[in-house]
């Protein structure tokens, strides 16, 4: 202990940390019974080496270098997604002007309040750091600024495009009909229906923030990364929103990296405890045939 600087203390927390962080990969990512196997497939090598099974030995070991490879190509899509929260967190970028953002949060928060009333299905994503762009070339392109009465004629059942997403880039409607990705979680309740696996989807990907407002229900939820924000009204909306979107540019340029780094892990952990549970409850669900004929083009 007299050698150890803080530099080691310092490493073995990180380390310590890094190791914590990749139980808990394993444990949320449904893939626990790969890691078994891999337990299975060390415990087994290092038996073959203590044992002077050579010929065995030699098998494992070349098994588990080709392992990595092929855990890499598995863990891809989880990979891809920590590496663009990381990006997209200590990306200092401001985006659009706070009044620009303002007028469309308030905007989107009366369309939906509206909708909610009148039990009108609805999914709305705001980009932000990370790019929509595949999945806005997926719809058509209206590039107009954001307007309730617009996103409310949008989503009007018998319009063409109300199956789809309508996806919000710097404060405006980038585009509308576009064919989001389904959540791959295997947790989620099955009283939701393909509208709000879509959102949930697109927010597990990217870090952007999904509204949909249920058809089936008349209720607002709100997703972000994967965390799921339900029962919300038109104002709890427009409050979720104005903090998600709206930075305080002189906090930003302040703090810079290290309130991007601290940022990081804070959401990480958030993510940790956040799971979507199977509440039956006070859900009836959007899985019925009335919801999911709407939005099977998701």
Not at 255 to 265: E, R
Request: hydrophobic share 45%; proline share 2%; glycine share 8%.
């Amino acid at each position: 202990m007299a050698t150890m600087g803080i530099a080691d203390f310092i490493d073995i927390i990180i380390v310590a940390y890094l190791i914590y962080r990749a139980i808990w990969f394993v444990r949320k990512s449904s893939f626990i019974n790969l890691a078994k196997g891999l337990i299975l497939v060390l415990l087994a090598l290092w038996l073959s080496e203590f044992f002077g099974l050579i010929m065995i030995n030699f098998i494992l070991r070349k098994a588990v270098e080709l392992g990595m490879i092929a855990l890499v190509i598995l863990f891809q899509p989880e990979l891809r997604r920590l590496l663009e929260r990381m990006g997209s967190t200590l990306n200092t970028n401001i985006g659009p002007s706070g009044t620009d953002m303002t007028r469309a949060i308030s905007e989107v928060a009366q369309a939906c309040g509206d909708m909610a009333a009148t039990k009108t299905g609805a999914l709305l994503v705001f980009e932000r750091n990370v790019s929509l762009a595949p999945i806005i070339g997926t719809g058509s392109v209206v590039n107009a600024d954001a307007n309730a009465e617009l996103i409310k004629n949008l989503f009007f059942k018998n319009a063409p495009l109300h199956d789809g997403a309508v996806i919000l880039r710097d404060g405006r409607i980038e585009a509308a009909g576009c064919i989001l990705p389904l959540s791959k979680r295997q947790n989620i309740s099955k009283d939701y229906g393909t509208r709000h696996r879509a959102g949930f989807g697109v927010a597990e990907e990217s870090d952007a923030v999904a509204v949909i407002v249920s058809e089936e229900r008349g209720d607002i939820c709100v997703a972000i990364h994967d965390e799921i924000k339900r029962h919300v009204s038109a104002g709890e909306l427009a409050a979720i929103l104005t903090k998600e979107l709206i930075r305080d540019e002189r906090k930003d340029e302040k703090l810079g990296f290290f309130s991007g780094v601290k940022s990081f892990f804070k959401r990480v952990d958030d993510d940790s405890e956040d799971e979507i549970e199977d509440e039956t409850g006070d859900e009836t669900g959007d899985g019925t045939d009335s919801e999911g004929k709407h939005e099977d083009k998701h």
